[in-house]
């Protein structure tokens, strides 16, 4: 499954981020703002949550400042963070699982329904996480 770009009439925020201690924290408190300003507040926590852990390990594996991109389109949030680290995360073949660092934060974002995509780029990478916010948008579903 690969990310797909979000229409032009699509809600969209993005954000560069420095690199920093309060990173992850700055992170969450924008997103929280964009979705209740956007009036999608249905699944809030969660889609805090999955920032928190993509926005974490940018800062932990990177050396330098992330990107965070926030879109929205039918019914589905699409989590962006891009760093300038090319190093991929894993994939644990055996028990199905994306392990980045530790592993655990692939899990909660598995356990959420969020379903992620590693865009690979010349000088970096981008994760996304798709989520949906509503009943029937299912987050593995393009359109």
Known sequence: MSATAPSPTAPRHAVDLPRGLHTPAVARH????????????????????????LVTNAVRHTGASCRLALS??????????????EDLPEIDRHA??????????????????GDMTVVPGLGGKTVHVVLP??????????E
């Open 30 to 53: 924008i997103t929280q703002r964009w979705l209740e300003t956007a009036e999608q507040t249905h699944r809030l926590d969660d889609a805090v949550l999955i920032v928190s852990e």
């Open 72 to 85: 929205l389109q039918n019914g589905r949030l699409d989590i962006a963070v891009a760093d300038h680290s």
């Open 96 to 113: 199905g699982r994306t392990a980045y660092g530790g592993g655990f934060g692939m899990n909660i974002i598995e356990q959420l329904g």
């Open 133 to 142: 916010l509503r009943p029937g948008s299912d987050a593995r579903r393009s």
